[in-house]
């Protein structure tokens, strides 16, 4: 519409220029709130001693896997006993790395004395951890170490080589010299747990990833039904798998379902990892042939001490901190050293 | 208007003079439900916690929303034209992941690898616009289906791995200058900056006049002579930069390129836009909203954290805090019709 | 041909003919309108109305068919082509963006951005004129509003309406066209809107109006084009004829013959009796 249409009118105007200014300087204010805060208020807060209780964070892959549930029930329990100020946190999913940097972040604002973290991403989460310390925050690693290990004060965790040694000198007994097909079943690619474990197998084993009779390798990210998947597809490409290695015990638990719908559960030896309840109920019942079980509620009381002494008695920390790890069998082979089932569900988590 | 017509009638309008004041049209915006919560919600956590208030820990909140706010800004520009893109964090894994491994294998020169991945978000921002605008694809399936896609890429380009020993060029935007006693990181000062921006364009520009109209109807937006298809390209493009944008920020913020990075992230921005009072039905809602909704999320994440509540319930409460902001936006909707 | 040999149309379309498949939605269709006058379209569904008045304002592109504006011949592209050439429409239901507040929605599509730097650069609009210009306009139609930053979704149907035909006739330079604008509305609000068509009329501006409403159109039109299976079957004057025999027209139980002066002629005498009509015999 030409302009010159209604000049006189414009001036008139401005009343109701200005009151729009207005409401975009209220939006912008609210906006700019946060940053305001920022200068007008003082420092930010440091860890260290500050004469309250102790305090602890917890950051845990996820809030819903049975081992970290178990974990933090074991961090609530010492944390109790030593009087320690207990905080968690997790990842939304199983390898979110930004959810647990944010984690670290918050617990470091909230002043706490010591992390203990389960990572997501081994190699991701380090400048996090790093700046962390910067500020004088112990952290250690439970369950499985960062990349590079130096990035934590100290690592409490099993074996996870070990506990895969453990299963494949065992299947390797089982089989007693008879031809092997293997299925592996791993985690996902680049995890440090997964890699552990499965080259524990191997070695155990006496086998490289290369040898003819591993016949399958999948990824399971863990999951009982992406492990039931897994299986099928194995007994697809190859019908005379005899052997399965699992990542976990939800894994096994879906590969068994997998060779029992063909026929094959019989005749298969599934060998895992964890020690949960469940795992180990299905060692009892035969389904799974031998687990090595581990102890998350052991990491966690064990971190939360450390902690503890680190600020009470400024102790020093280093390395690896084994929380040890038993093979959990009914059928145990000579000359390997094993626990029963009865043995497993008293220690058993989940 | 022709030149036969007759001319402005010399008497000025009345009307300015009876507009309620300022601050009670506020109370009509749909951003004054997320600015109310913010405050409360404040307020309340600086009395349970002594370091909630403090400079370090409102600039760490900050810091922590950039990435999934920066994500909302281009989520929000979708959501105002009755779309909605699930596709947003995936296409951010994928854009951070080509840059970082473009930058760390010296394959392209880092700044130039950086144009590189947000190239590659503005891309399928595009190919995501064609086909919702030239095959008529509803939103929900293409950018489902290109999360999948994108996701894929992630994986095959990255080989699982994640992507270190970046150039300081990439990880610039995490690092801090001092504001007072706070220290307030680049990336953060950015995503302020590009929320303003987008605040303008939406506010006081016709382009952002037409986001609006498109989103009431594109109907009425056609026959009011806009060119809606080019407007919707243009739309879902420009939130593919936006993608490209936050990719470059969860580089920086992580200091790693991470092939499982923001795989909740399209639904964490469709809560910051939602939260911010934007309407999913289109053509209603303020950038600066999502801002806030983006705001309330962390504050609440920070804030009961430093309480030392478990991060399940922090997931408890942004629901609640969801519903209850479509409700209140529903209900104060309904009343003012009234 | 015409009924009066007054001056030349404003619009002149001959022959429009527009198939959807099977479907043939106008079937050769001629259309005049002359200046400053209200012609009333009117016709039952599927008689070929909309796809008539779409052709006209660039909505749909005719297979076949000429049009005319102001005797030059036209061929509208789009909607966006027809306002061009000054043809305004009011479209039923899809007049306004509902978020947006009076004067974006006076301006959409057409804004105004700030001289200088600001405008050029940083293509800020230039709200403030926009809103005095929409102001004026609103007062010149004699619509009366409380505030020009509320969203029009805010407004009552009969204000809405308003904004539609303010947008219409600030922008028109030759022809308004409105489809069924009373449609949605009250009485006391389509008395309003009538006003506001007779404020065009006043105005020099002819006026195109399809509406369902008998009483409206014989209120307000000054000249009634009938349009019937997708052609034009009668064009009349509202003071010859009464609203039955319009609607009888309508439905195809009168005919109008096209000799000049000849009169309505009954076709189905059952249809018309329905219609309350006492046909007369026919010369």
């Not at chain 3, 002149?12 to 006058?37: I, N, S």
Request: proline letters at 5%; aromatic letters at 4%.
């Amino acid at each position: 519409m030409p302009s010159s249409a209604m000049p006189a009118a414009r001036v008139r105007a401005r009343r109701t220029a200005r009151a729009t200014t207005r409401r975009t300087a209220a939006c912008a204010a609210s906006a700019a709130l946060l940053l305001a805060g920022l200068t007008a208020c003082g420092e930010g807060a440091q860890a260290g001693d500050d004469g309250g209780p102790v305090k602890v964070g917890l950051i845990t892959k996820t809030d819903t896997n049975p081992f970290f549930v178990k974990m933090k029930e074991g961090a609530k329990k010492s944390a109790e006993k030593h009087d320690v100020e207990l905080s968690t946190a997790a990842g939304k999913f199983d390898g979110d790395n930004e959810g647990q940097v944010t984690a670290v972040e918050n617990m470091v604002a909230a002043g706490v004395d010591g992390i203990m973290i389960t990572p997501n991403d081994s190699e991701a989460i380090v400048p996090a951890l790093e700046q962390a310390r910067d500020k004088g925050v112990l952290v250690l690693a439970l369950d499985s170490p960062t990349e590079p290990k130096t990035a934590t004060d100290a690592l409490y965790a099993t074996d996870n080589h070990k506990a895969g040694e453990l299963i494949g000198e065992y299947a390797k007994a089982r089989m007693k010299g008879k031809k092997a097909k293997i299925a592996m079943l791993d985690l996902a690619p680049g995890v440090a747990v997964g890699t552990l474990r499965h080259d524990g197998f191997l070695k155990g084993y006496g086998i490289k990833d290369s040898d003819p009779s591993v016949v399958c390798s999948q990824h399971t990210q863990g999951d009982r039904s992406k492990g039931q998947t897994a299986m099928e597809n194995c007994l697809q490409k190859a019908p005379d798998i005899n052997v399965v290695y699992t990542i976990n015990e939800p894994v096994a638990l879906g590969a068994y379902k997998a060779l029992k719908s063909k026929g094959r559960a019989e005749d298969t030896l599934i060998v895992s990892v964890d020690g949960g309840c469940t795992g180990v109920e299905a060692v009892k019942s035969g389904k799974i042939a031998a687990t090595s079980q581990q102890y998350p509620l052991v990491m966690a009381e064990q971190g939360v001490e450390a902690v503890v002494q680190h600020v009470e008695k400024d102790t020093d920390l280093k390395g690896y901190y084994d929380t040890g790890v038993n093979l959990i069998t009914d059928d145990a082979v000579q000359g390997q050293a094993a626990k029963d089932s009865t043995f497993g569900l008293d220690r058993c988590w989940g | 208007m022709s030149t036969t017509t007759a001319p402005a009638p010399s008497k000025p309008p009345s009307q300015a003079a009876q507009d309620p004041p300022a601050w009670k049209r506020f109370v009509h915006t749909p951003t004054a439900g997320p600015v109310l919560a913010l405050l409360v919600a404040s307020t309340f956590f600086s009395f349970q916690s002594d370091q909630f208030l403090s400079g370090g820990n409102l600039a760490l909140v900050i810091q922590q929303i950039m990435v999934v706010g920066t994500l909302a800004l281009g989520q929000t520009l979708i959501i105002l034209t009755a779309g909605i893109d699930l596709s947003c964090g995936a296409i951010m894994a994928f854009g951070s992941i080509v840059m970082a491994k473009l930058a760390a294998e010296g394959v392209l020169p880092p700044l130039v690898a950086i144009a590189a991945g947000i190239g590659v978000c503005a891309l399928l921002g595009a190919a995501n616009g064609a086909l919702v605008t030239f095959v008529k694809l509803p939103p929900f399936i293409v950018t489902l289906g290109m999360l999948n896609i994108a996701f894929a890429l992630t994986h095959i380009y990255s080989d699982e791995q994640t992507v270190t020993q970046l150039p300081g060029e990439l990880t610039v935007l995490g690092d801090t200058f001092p504001m007072g006693s706070t220290d307030i990181s680049y990336g953060s000062v950015l995503t302020i900056v590009l929320f303003l921006v987008f605040a303008y364009v939406l506010g006081q520009t016709a382009w952002g006049k037409h986001v609006y109209a498109l989103g009431n109807s594109p109907e009425v937006a056609r026959l009011t002579g806009i060119r809606t298809a080019r407007l919707r390209m243009t739309i879902f493009t420009v939130a593919g930069v936006i993608y490209g944008i936050a990719a470059l920020l969860l580089v920086a913020r992580t200091g790693v390129g991470d092939p499982k990075a923001g795989q909740t992230d399209n639904l964490d921005s469709i809560t910051a836009v939602v939260l911010g009072g934007t309407s999913l039905f289109g053509g209603r809602g303020l950038v600066l909203g999502t801002l806030l909704g983006a705001l309330i999320v962390g504050v609440f994440r920070n804030g009961l954290q430093l309480m030392g509540v478990g991060s399940i319930y922090q997931m408890l409460i942004t629901g609640v805090l969801v519903i209850a902001a479509v409700a209140f936006d529903q209900i104060s909707r309904r009343k003012q019709r009234s | 041909m015409n009924p009066k040999p007054a001056p030349s149309p404003v619009l002149r379309a001959r022959g429009l003919v527009k198939r959807y498949g099977h479907v043939t939605a106008l079937d050769g269709a001629d259309f005049d309108l002359y200046p400053g006058e209200v012609l009333a379209v009117i016709g039952d569904n599927g008689a070929g109305k909309s796809s008539l008045i779409k052709a006209l304002t660039g909505a749909l592109q005719p297979d076949e068919g000429e049009m005319w504006l102001d005797g030059a011949r036209v061929a509208f592209r789009s909607p966006l082509d027809a306002r061009g050439h000054g043809i305004e429409t009011v479209y039923q239901d899809l007049a306004v963006a509902a978020s947006l507040d009076i004067a974006s929605n006076m301006f959409l599509g057409r804004e105004l951005r700030r001289p200088g730097v600001l405008g050029s650069v940083f293509r800020k609009l230039d709200t403030k004129r926009m809103r005095t210009e929409s102001a004026a306009h609103m007062s010149e139609l004699k619509i009366g509003l409380r505030s020009l930053t509320q969203s029009v979704e805010t407004l009552s149907g009969g204000q809405r309406q308003g904004v539609a035909v303010a947008r219409a006739v600030a922008w028109s330079r030759h022809v308004v066209v409105m489809d069924e604008p009373t449609a949605a509305l009250g009485v006391k609000e389509s008395a309003q809107v009538l006003d506001m068509i007779r404020r065009v009329r006043e105005r020099g501006l002819p006026v195109v109006l399809i509406s369902h409403n008998m009483p409206h159109v014989f209120e307000i039109a000054d000249r009634i084009h009938v349009q019937r299976l997708g052609r034009r079957v009668a064009q009349i004057l509202p003071r010859d004829h009464s609203m039955a025999e319009v609607v009888s027209i309508m439905t195809g139980a009168l005919e109008v013959s096209s000799e000049p002066g000849s009169g309505t002629v009954v076709t189905d005498t059952n249809a018309a009796r329905a219609a309350g009509l006492t046909p007369r015999p026919t010369d």
